[in-house]
C-alpha cells in the first residue's frame, strides 16, 4: 500500500506559478498510473491531470491544458506538477492519488490511494 503527501501549494498571485510535489512511500510507485485532483469550497473533486506509470502518456482537464504540466521521477519516487499562468479559479485543495492502471483514470473513483491535499490560493 503505497502513502502520499503532497507539498508546495500556497498563495500566489494571478498570473503567477507554483510547482506542487507528491512524495510516495511504501509502495511500488513505478507500478502506479498517478493522478492530480482538486477540490474547490462547496464543489466536488475533479479532474486536473493524470500519467501513466512510465510517464510517456498525459492527460489534462480541458480547464488546465496548455498551463498544467504534470512529470513524475521514479527514481525519487515522486510526482509533480507545474502550474503556470494560475487563475483565481485555480484555487482549490489539490491532491494526488495512485492506482493501477484501469480506464482512462480521469475519475476520483479509479485511484484507491490519496494524499491529505495541498492548499493552493490564486489572488486576483
Known amino acids: 500500500q503505497v502513502q502520499l503527501v503532497e507539498s508546495g501549494g500556497g498563495l500566489v498571485q494571478a498570473g503567477g506559478s507554483l510547482r506542487l510535489s507528491c512524495a510516495a512511500s511504501?509502495?511500488?510507485?513505478?507500478?502506479?498510473?498517478m493522478g492530480w485532483f482538486r477540490q474547490a469550497p462547496g464543489k466536488e473533486r475533479e479532474f486536473v491531470a493524470t500519467?501513466?506509470?512510465?510517464?510517456?502518456?498525459?492527460n489534462y482537464a480541458d480547464s488546465v491544458k496548455g498551463r498544467f504540466t504534470v512529470s513524475r521521477d521514479n527514481a525519487k519516487n515522486t510526482l509533480y506538477l507545474q502550474m503556470n499562468s494560475l487563475k483565481p479559479e485555480d484555487t482549490a485543495d489539490y491532491y494526488c492519488?495512485?492506482?493501477?492502471?484501469?480506464?482512462?483514470?480521469?475519475?476520483?473513483?479509479?485511484?484507491?490511494?490519496w494524499g491529505q491535499g495541498t492548499q493552493v490560493t490564486v489572488s486576483s
Open positions: 500519467i501513466n506509470w512510465s510517464g510517456t502518456s498525459t
Open positions: 492519488a495512485a492506482d493501477l492502471p484501469r480506464g482512462s483514470m480521469t475519475s476520483p473513483t479509479q485511484y484507491r490511494y
Open positions: 511504501g509502495g511500488f510507485f513505478r507500478s502506479y498510473n
